[in-house]
C-alpha cells in the first residue's frame, strides 16, 4: 500500500502509524516508511500518532526499547508535525481508549 498513500494525503487531517512491535526487525524499514510520511508537504500540519501494537505478545521488547531502535527522538526532532506514541494490543484492547482519546481530541480541534 506504501506507494499509493500520497494520493490520500491531501484528505488527511490526522496520521495513524501502526508498527508491529513484536516484529523488530522490521523496524528499519518501518521508520523509513514513516520518514517518508512525514516529509510530504500535505502532512506538514497534520498529527500524527505512532502506535507499537502487539504488546501483549511474548516477543514485544519495551516501549524504551522500541523507542531508541526507531529513533524516535530524531524523527520528533526532525518532524514539523505534532507527534504522540501510544502501545497498544488490538487483541485484548490495551492502549485502545488512549487511541480513541487521542482520536476524539484531535478532530474535535
Known sequence: MGP???SYYSDCC???YMIDAARPT?????CVQ?????????LASVPVLIIFNKIDLPCYMSLV???S???I????????????ILETSAR???????VLQWLNSTLRD
Open 4 to 6: 499509493i498513500w500520497s
Open 14 to 16: 490526522c496520521v495513524l
Open 26 to 30: 522490521q523496524i528499519s524499514s518501518s
Open 34 to 42: 514513516l520518514l517518508s510520511l512525514l516529509s510530504a508537504e500535505e
Open 65 to 67: 526499547e522500541m523507542k
Open 69 to 71: 531502535l526507531f529513533r
Open 73 to 84: 527522538q530524531d524523527i520528533i526532532s526532525f518532524a514539523k508535525q505534532p507527534i504522540t
Open 92 to 98: 485484548d484492547g490495551t492502549g485502545l481508549s488512549n
